[in-house]
């Protein structure tokens, strides 16, 4: 049985710099491909069922957020002003966004594909729709069905946070090269 005591002070700086590689590794591709998309999160977890049968709870999508010109029918990922949740909808319908400079900006209404009725309440208050450029995160150019799972999980059960991190910490000072 390997314990604390008998690893090498060398070999525990070791195990620490790989994992703060491994962490500092995965910032930097987030970081990557929210450049890459022009998108603040490139990646998002659909959190529930309102876009079924599109998206299923716990499917991953990724998000594109380089053309300003959203289209009827396109999903989109938004966040409410005040909110820190992302909502994935369809649009339903758009106003203005005629493309002159200085000309009325891109106004769209969403819905879920399961939902009854548009939007407007989900919005900020006195927010009768979306704008393009200040509210959309992205538009839906693909996705993963179900790999969000563990995000839902562990956003469900706080203590699971604690026992994956705790896992991780032990396995990095127990692995052995």
């Not at 990557?32 to 998309?37: D, E, M, N």
């Not at 998000?63 to 909110?83: F, P, S």
């Amino acid at each position: 049985m390997l314990s604390l005591s008998t690893v090498q002070p060398r070999q525990l700086l070791t195990q620490v710099l790989n994992f703060a590689l491994i962490l500092s590794t995965a910032f930097m591709l987030w970081k990557g491909l929210s450049v890459a998309t022009d998108s603040p999160s490139p990646i998002v977890v659909v959190l529930s069922g309102s876009m079924e049968p599109a998206f299923q709870r716990g499917d991953i999508l990724l998000l594109w957020n380089r053309g300003m010109d959203t289209k009827i029918g396109e999903i989109v990922v938004y966040n409410v002003r005040g909110k820190d949740i992302p909502i994935v909808h369809r649009v339903v319908r758009r106003f203005g966004g005629g493309g002159e400079e200085g000309g009325e900006p891109l106004k769209l209404l969403t819905k879920g594909d399961n939902n009854l009725a548009d939007d407007t309440e989900l919005y900020a208050r006195g927010q009768d729709y979306l704008e393009r450029s200040k509210d959309v995160i992205g538009s839906v150019v693909g996705y993963v069905p179900f790999v969000g799972y563990v995000t839902i999980l562990l956003s469900e059960h706080p203590w699971l946070k604690t026992v994956m991190l705790g896992l991780m910490g032990v396995m990095v000072v127990i692995q052995r090269e």
